[in-house]
């Protein structure tokens, strides 16, 4: 609770300072706090593992992380997704090994233990013998059980089986997720298994860069506009191309630490179309400008899905890049071709604590099931160069984050705070359709700020 002390004296709750905006480096890679991170935050909120088209068969599974605690995530005879502590109720040997499969018994190797893809105890060898007397029901031998939500297709879990819903969780963030995550009946599928790879960094360091940190691409990311995407050639005053109007438009953040960065698309729409996009419909720029995986084509089914101000959303502002508390992140961007075209990309990342000086990045990459093949390949292509464990922008990112992680320990350190006072002074602008936290205009600190909050409130919650 908020008078929870670490072994020095120092109460959580000083960690932050809710009027200057301010969090204390320490944070970033505190061993103490770590333990218990992965009880009140990993051990309370809901936590994305995966996404059902990883395992399409019946007795399909996979194995993952909620925090520090092994999982397996398997479907079961009926088709029925559950999800089950990684520890065998014997003598906690980690039941599944694999890290991915199919069985309808998942057995343990250590004395053989078996358990049903729902986590229900099955058996054990020579059981007659090995269980005589034994003092626990059979019934309470089984796997501990996660509560399981999916929301189009992606697999959510949490050990409060009590607590709020998924939807609750996704709070006022559901109106703009739906516009990522629920756009076709046929819905997303993963193009591959996730990319996976071990970075030395404190989970934080990634996940509030996650929380719709804009202002990083200017200098960090600057080579997209130098030699990537977004490159051109100098003009007559010997001016490249500018980044930063890239950086406008609206932000949306939400009280659980969701957050979501939703880009302009009006010059994209203007260099498509060369018309005014203030002259043209949502439909009319759907159509010229055709979210992440989405065809012409497809346009009329995103019609019959969404309402105006959704559709609205999506031909304007809609969600590129964000995450959703704690360890998630989504980019669904465009990113223009050298043949002046525009090719989406679609992808989700997980940072799974790997002890307070590690994390394992995951990268899904993902396309309708309905995106043409070549589209299809397209977008892997660009995922994988941008996105993924080669890709530009991410081995950047992935290069800041043990740095912080290493001198955050440092004893002077440690007395210094991280910043994040940069704020929108303007709210939602007009005709703006969603919900939640709205700021508009050049990219700010405020979402990154909502997730020190949740994270604070969590920490600190009785
Ligand atoms: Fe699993 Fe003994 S530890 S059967």
Redesign the pocket.
């Known amino acids: 609770n908020a008078e929870t002390r670490l072994r020095d004296g120092t109460r959580i709750s000083d960690l932050i300072n809710h009027e200057t905006r301010e969090v204390k480096v320490r944070a970033l890679s505190d061993p103490e706090l770590y333990e218990l991170e992965m009880e009140r935050i990993f051990g309370k909120t809901w936590i994305f593992l995966g996404h059902e088209t990883e395992i399409p068969n019946k007795g399909d599974f996979i194995t993952r992380d909620m925090g520090s605690d092994a999982v397996i995530v398997a479907r079961d005879r009926d088709g029925d997704i559950h999800v089950s502590l990684n520890v065998?109720p014997?003598?906690?040997?980690k039941?599944q090994t694999h890290d991915a499969g199919n069985t309808n018994v998942h057995m343990?190797i250590?004395?053989?233990?078996a358990f049903k893809p729902n986590g229900d105890f099955i058996g054990?060898p020579v059981e007659k013998e090995c269980m005589h007397g034994h003092m626990t029901p059979k019934d309470q031998l089984g796997l501990k059980k996660a509560r399981v939500a999916l929301y189009g297709g992606l697999i959510f879990a949490t050990w409060r089986i009590d607590g709020p819903s998924l939807e609750e969780f996704f709070g006022d963030a559901k109106y703009y997720f739906d516009t990522l995550f629920l756009r076709t009946k046929g819905g997303l599928e993963v193009l591959g298994p996730p990319q996976r790879f071990r970075i030395n960094a404190n989970w934080k360091t990634a996940c509030e860069q996650s929380a719709a940190d804009g202002f990083h691409t200017l200098t960090l990311h600057r080579w997209l506009a130098e030699v990537g995407p977004y490159a051109k050639k100098p003009d007559a005053e010997g001016k490249g191309a500018d980044l930063s109007p890239e950086m406008y438009g609206c932000e949306v953040w939400t009280d659980q630490g969701h957050a979501l960065r939703c880009i302009d698309l009006d010059r994209k729409i203007v260099r498509l179309t060369g018309k005014n996009p203030a002259e043209l419909t949502a439909v009319e720029k759907l159509t010229a400008l055709p979210p992440p995986g989405i065809t012409p084509a497809m346009v009329p089914e995103l019609l019959e899905r969404f309402d105006d101000g959704q559709l609205q959303l999506m031909s304007w502002r809609p969600p590129q890049v964000g995450g959703f508390f704690p360890n998630g992140l989504f980019e669904f961007i465009y990113l223009p071709q050298p043949d002046g075209t525009i090719v989406g990309a679609c992808a989700l990342h997980a940072y799974i604590p790997k002890g307070p000086n590690q994390l394992e990045f995951m990268n899904w990459i993902f396309a309708e099931k309905d995106t043409p093949p070549e589209l299809k390949a397209r977008m892997l292509r660009q995922s994988v160069q941008m996105l993924g464990t080669s890709g530009m922008v991410e081995m950047e990112d992935s290069d800041t984050w043990p740095h912080q992680t290493e001198v955050a320990k440092g004893a002077m350190a440690k007395t210094i705070t991280l910043k994040y006072q940069a704020k929108f002074d303007k709210g939602a602008p007009e005709g703006w359709p969603g919900p939640g936290h709205v700021g508009d205009g050049f990219t700010k600190d405020d979402t990154q700020w909502a997730w020190w909050k949740y994270w604070h409130e969590l920490m600190t919650a009785e």
Do not use: D, I, S, T
């Open positions: 065998c014997h003598r906690a040997m039941v343990c250590y004395h053989g233990w054990a």
